[in-house]
């Protein structure tokens, strides 16, 4: 079965980075783009970005552009995201979610627990 | 960007009731819909994709119409399991993925 198993939370203090993992299982983890959103407390969700597990490519929502790196290890299916120079307002809930790209439908199918940074000082 | 907005914010609800919830897009979207649901701690729940297409195991009692720039949500008799927030998902441009800012269904 299709599992996405994010790494556990975070405390980091206002400038630093955070990488979160995702493990992917059940799967052939370069078939399918993986996406990563977040949502902060009480409020909606936010899309962050992808990479193609397969050529390491990546699109990152401009909100992100140069504070986000979204990379892989094929060689154990998992996907990573990290955030830099992070601020009291990242302090939320990320997930990783699988992209069902197929017949001109694209959804995510599958999502991991996510993972709670808590940006504080 | 594509813009997604969804009324109402809330509503409240009896269980049994007919539910419909609205998500508009700021430009046409065809039928690159998606809908979630995402229940307190919990990570989002597929429900519909490309607007009326039922995610296997979900009830049938969940559905989806619309094309364009206008959708809706229907829980055709609400049920207690179905208190939660619903989310509306553009995936007409995958380079740019925007959700509603949701709907929250609460008991009445």
């Known amino acids: 079965q299709v599992q996405l198993v994010q790494s556990g939370a975070e405390v980091k203090k206002p400038g630093a980075s955070v990488k979160v993992s995702c493990k992917a299982s059940?799967?052939?983890?370069?078939?399918?783009?993986m996406h990563w959103v977040r949502q902060a407390p009480g409020q909606g969700l936010e899309w962050m970005g992808w990479?193609?597990?397969?050529?390491?490519?990546?699109n990152y929502a401009q909100k992100f552009q140069g504070r986000v790196t979204m990379t892989r290890d094929t060689s154990i299916s998992t996907a990573y995201m990290e955030l830099s120079r992070l601020r009291s307002d990242d302090t939320a809930v990320y997930y990783c979610?699988?992209?069902?790209?197929?017949?001109?439908?694209?959804?995510?199918?599958?999502w991991g627990q996510g993972t709670l940074v808590t940006v504080s000082s | 960007d594509i813009q997604m907005t969804q009324s109402p914010s809330s509503l409240s609800a009896s269980v049994g009731d007919r539910v419909t919830i609205t998500c508009r897009a700021s430009?046409?979207?065809?039928?690159?819909l998606n809908w979630y649901q995402q229940k307190p701690g919990k990570a989002p729940k597929l429900l519909i994709y490309?607007?009326?297409s039922l995610q296997s195991g979900v009830p049938s009692r969940f559905s989806g119409s619309g094309s364009g720039t206008d959708f809706t949500l229907t829980i055709s008799s609400l049920q207690p399991e179905d208190f939660a927030t619903y989310y509306c998902?553009?995936?007409?441009?995958?380079?740019?993925?925007?959700f509603g800012p949701g709907t929250k269904v609460d008991i009445k």
């Open positions: 979610a699988r992209l069902i790209a197929v017949a001109d439908e694209y959804y995510f199918d599958y």
């Open positions: 059940g799967y052939t983890f370069t078939g399918y783009y």
């Open positions: 990479i193609n597990p397969n050529s390491g490519g990546t």
């Open positions: 430009q046409s979207i065809s039928s690159y």
């Open positions: 490309a607007a009326s």
């Open positions: 998902q553009q995936s007409y441009s995958t380079l740019l993925i925007t």
